[in-house]
């Protein structure tokens, strides 16, 4: 954060640091005077925006990246400090203007802010916006949002939900936990859609209204399970609703999760006829048998969702994003795309695969949450006792697959045999042509060799 100034820290720098008095915790009540410390720093900087309007494009951009770490030192409930900020926000718009920044890049850097702003700051900041951008600027920023929206309208009709998915985060409506809603006397119970580095994104059972959860223990719940959180305060900070407390327990409850089943395609009749068994003369292998015997059935292919992705353009594929990341050594914003799937639609079933895959070499007691939270959501669309095909060469069913077999794979490190031989025996009746290579995995279930005796290295990518 620190620059310098002709071999020098900037001295309204250290007023910067002196102001937010890092370390110590702002309370509610303080706020007000904190935030009058501020202002008058502020009013410092203004005063360059004429005079020297790099320096003060410097010193506004210094103040913002402080701004966002000292939210976690201090209680906001009035909301002043979030309006500060969006003051901050406008006077980095004004030096911009004075320093002839360029307009497109000036409008990109502002949504991008408004794409990653976990708090809140940016909340409605495109009504104060409006009031300091010069014409140019003004004009730049509109057709970024109508691009924006264009190119979210050309995906609407094959994904749902891609609109929102291309719009600003912080420009999103979304309804929001009121202070009538909880009732801090007793635990409560939340639907946790994501988990970031400071807080989760939660909503209320049986409703669309959500919550930011901030507590000690945020990695010991995942996407899709139900956290039981003993309260201890409630707030609004820039216009979002948070809750402070201590997580008692989770647990995986999909029918309390209020979610509509993804939907089941009849692709027509498998008939084992087709099927490739082996040569001409082999035995067939035990787990085919039964199979075989059974004889022709339906063969369906469940609907994938993947927020904001546009099927015709294979490069828009969040999850692919997100594997190239991880790939290239970027874990942490690899994790952190699959998340925002989760929070945007927890049915999307590779999100729940992949964030599995992050912590299964090390931690395979959590990757079996996230493979678990798949399965039982994509189960929510099979009817009892199905008896059909989700075979591996539709598309779509990969995900579904992938969940059940990370989660079997899990079953069987954690020593769960009997629980690991029902999935594995599942998959192969889903899926015949064993892609997944199943077949030579299941007889060392059954004999209950221990995982680290195993032959083979299942592959759970």
Known sequence: MTRKIRGRVDPIEREIEAAL??????????????VSDLDAVAAKIGKLVASDPSRAVTLYEAFLAACYLKIEELDDSSGSFGQFVDELCCGWVKARQAEGAAPDETAARLLEWMDKDEYGFCYDLEKDLVKVFDRANLAAFVKQIRARCDDAAKAAPRSEGSVKDHLPTRRRRQHKVAATDLDLSQPIELIVLSIKERAARCRLPETDRVISLRASRLWDIVPGEIAVVKPRKQWNYAGHPYLSGEIESARLDV?????????LKDEGEWDHKDEYWGEEGEPVDGWAKPIIARGPRRVYEMEQVVPGRDPDDFDSDPICESNDLKDAGDGVAAYQILMELCQADLRCLDAHAHLGNFLFDHRPEDAIRHYEVGVRIGELSLPPHFDGLLPWCLIDNRPFMRCLHGYGVCLWRLERFEEAERIFDRMLWLNPSDNQGVRFLIDEVRARTAWEDRREEPDVA
């Open 21 to 34: 008095k890092p370390g110590a915790f702002i309370s509610d009540h303080a706020c007000y005077s904190f």
């Open 255 to 263: 029918a309390a999760l209020g979610l509509t089943p993804l939907t």
